[in-house]
């Protein structure tokens, strides 16, 4: 008894957003390392940071399509393209502010994705998967090949990033930028997973004749999910074009599409914290490679250009070795963490 | 001229076509026995050439010793392979089976890089780079190869499914697991032979287009487009890999050189995945799929 009173929790404590006290306090010691996360990193951290903060908005953006409704998309950096090449145009050739570059951005992704979901309503798993494939492979096709109106593989310049005359361009700011619009992605897609849409996409998820048959428009639902993620994979595109300040086709490869499946993977799929967690550790992880393969670069130079081979090879057995031996992700070995503590002396 | 200039295109079309076909024909058959999509196909295709260019550059084999060695060799990291990797992930959720497979491509990418290096190789010409005419089209010998090899390679794959004991279970396993395994069929085999069989394909595949282009470790970008092949046909039907993965060759050649001027270079690069889509907005299930019907 005195096991499950920590384990279990009642209906109520369910619906809300966040379960318990303890998760209050730790959510606020939290809060206030990150907001004073300029003043004591380093530019390197904070770097990282920007791009873990983009990197957690694409991936919330992902994890509604295929975590949430379970559409795999193998085409979800092709929306962060449109989303960063429409603000960028926007930005260098028509002088638009952040302000209004950054929906503009988002909004065009969402109406791409939408014309997208529509062809996709009648294509299942596989096919599914290949389609939004080709739209990888077209849209990154179109932005190496629209010379006059991408500048190709020389890129676009943005213009600073001005909120309200205040220049946000460099990392310490632009940071705060970043960090409030991954908080409330974050805390509206945890919003949208407990709401009646959100069940609905589930529903679909597990078995969409059955909630066709419940009642469950699949149409509705399928092309709000790809509304909805790639509107946030357009904001994360976006956001990421004013971050790197120059955006350049590769930015927004098959590989990068590949990248953002595995963060939700790592992560532990369908959850809004695995789903941080796991864009995080992705974005770390090259890191860290490149930190240790950098000093055997400079040991053996005559291996430099094929060091960057390692990363590869890395990168590929995390997502294997997860899959295999930790299906449900870093979120699980989490929730086993916090297990083992709440029922300590009764461990097994 | 215009007739010759067609001919020539339809030829590379059908060369390209064909090392389409055989990794499509790859993925077609592990889907089929194992329901298991290997998105690192490409990757054996690659990695089968690599192979067979390091026997004949540094252990000086001749083509063909080399060719049959690199078989051999790939039936091995194939099986290996399907034992430790896929076999704990039959039966489970499509996408994370997509992950292993497109992580292990991510492997053998890495590692061809980190051993062969990134830039182009030249493979050795088995074949005499004398330009074949016929009816005043020149064609590249290597490709001419490409397809005749690719058509006896299917017809041994056809016999060997319709008469041997191994093609007869394998076919069985493809189409009811379970019933199969009550019968008395080695299912595990079954999975290993299908991946064994996979990687020889791909390895000619890959083989063959090394002879008229370069190894490079992109070349499996190139493989990639085997799967648009595969979804035209059907994903579950061999013919539909072999006769999508020739139509994405040619279309791909004769869109290159006609439509380039309309539509900027490089078309040719996307024409298959221009193709799928709007295939799959008419048909679903590709030209030869079965419709899958759901129950509740």
């Known amino acids: 008894m005195a096991v499950t009173r920590f384990c279990v929790r009642n209906y109520r404590q369910d619906l809300r957003i966040f379960a318990s006290p303890s998760a209050k306090i730790s959510l606020a010691i939290l809060a206030v390392l990150l907001l004073t996360l300029p003043w004591w990193a380093g530019k390197y951290l904070v770097f990282i940071a920007c791009v873990s903060g983009v990197s957690i908005i694409g991936a919330l953006g992902l994890s509604v399509l295929t975590g949430m409704t379970g559409l795999i998309s193998l085409g979800h950096a092709a929306f962060m393209g449109l989303g960063a090449y429409t603000a960028a145009i926007l930005s260098a050739k028509a002088g638009w502010p952040m302000i209004a570059c950054l929906p503009a951005g988002a909004v065009m992704a969402a109406l791409t994705g939408a014309v997208v979901g529509i062809p996709t309503l009648r294509l299942k798993g596989l096919y599914l998967v290949v389609t939004t494939l080709a739209f990888q492979f077209i849209t990154q096709h179109v932005i190496y090949h629209w010379e006059s109106l991408t500048q190709s593989d020389k890129g676009i310049k943005l213009a600073e990033p001005m909120i309200l005359g205040l220049n946000l361009g460099t990392y310490d700011r632009f940071y705060f930028v970043i960090l409030v619009l991954a908080v409330v992605t974050a805390v509206l897609t945890k919003n949208l997973a407990m709401s009646r849409t959100g069940r609905a996409l589930v529903a679909v998820r597990d078995r969409d004749i059955a909630a066709e048959i419940i009642g469950i428009h699949l149409a509705k639902y399928k092309i709000l999910a790809f509304v909805v993620s790639s509107f946030i994979a357009g904001l994360a595109g976006a956001l990421y074009a004013y971050l790197i300040g120059l955006i350049a086709p590769d930015h927004f490869t098959f590989n990068q599409s590949v990248l953002y499946i595995a963060m939700i993977i790592v992560g532990g799929m369908g959850t809004v914290l695995g789903t941080i967690l796991g864009a995080i550790f992705m974005v770390l992880l090259p890191e860290a490679i490149n930190a240790l393969s950098g000093p055997l670069a400079t040991a053996y130079p005559a291996l430099a250009p094929r060091i960057g081979g390692i990363s590869v090879v890395v990168y590929g057995m995390v997502i294997i070795l997860f899959l295999i031996l930790e299906p449900q992700g870093l979120f699980g070995i989490w929730i086993r963490i916090k297990r083992y503590f709440k029922t300590w002396p009764y461990t097994y | ?296």
């Open chain 2, 1 to 296: 001229m215009g007739l010759e200039i067609l001919l020539q295109l339809v030829v590379t079309g059908l060369a390209w076509g064909s090392v389409y076909a055989l990794i499509a024909l790859g993925f077609v058959l592990i889907f089929k026995a194992t329901e298991i999509f290997n998105f690192a196909q490409p990757e054996l295709m690659m990695l089968g050439a690599y192979f067979a260019f390091a026997l004949i550059t540094t252990l000086r084999l001749p083509f063909i010793a080399a060719f049959v060695a690199t078989l051999v060799l790939m039936i091995v990291v194939a099986a290996v392979l399907e034992m430790l990797i896929v076999r704990p992930m039959v039966g489970e959720p499509v996408l994370a089976v997509i992950m292993v497979t497109l992580g292990l491509a991510n492997v053998i990418r890495g590692l061809t890089g980190l051993i062969w290096g990134y830039e182009e190789l030249q493979f050795p010409k088995p074949f005499s780079s004398d330009p074949l005419v016929v009816f005043g089209a020149v064609m590249n010998q290597a490709e001419v190869f490409t397809i005749l090899a690719t058509a006896v390679l299917l017809v041994a794959f056809l016999l060997f499914f319709k008469y041997s004991s191994a093609g007869l279970s394998m076919r069985a396993t493809a189409e009811d697991t379970t019933t199969a395994f009550l019968m008395g069929i080695n299912v595990k085999r079954v999975f290993t032979a299908s991946w064994a069989i996979a990687s020889v394909v791909a390895t000619v595949a890959g083989i063959m287009l090394a002879t008229f282009t370069y190894l490079e470790p992109i070349m499996s970008h190139a493989g990639l487009k085997a799967l648009p092949a595969m979804i035209l046909g059907g994903m579950d039907s061999i013919p539909g890999a072999i006769i999508g993965g020739l139509i994405i060759g040619v279309a791909e050649n004769l869109a290159g050189f006609y439509l380039e001027s309309y539509l900027g270079a490089g078309i040719n690069e996307i024409a298959a995945y221009v193709i799928v889509l709007i295939v799959m907005m008419v048909r679903p299930y590709g030209l030869f799929g079965t419709k899958e019907i759901e129950r509740v």
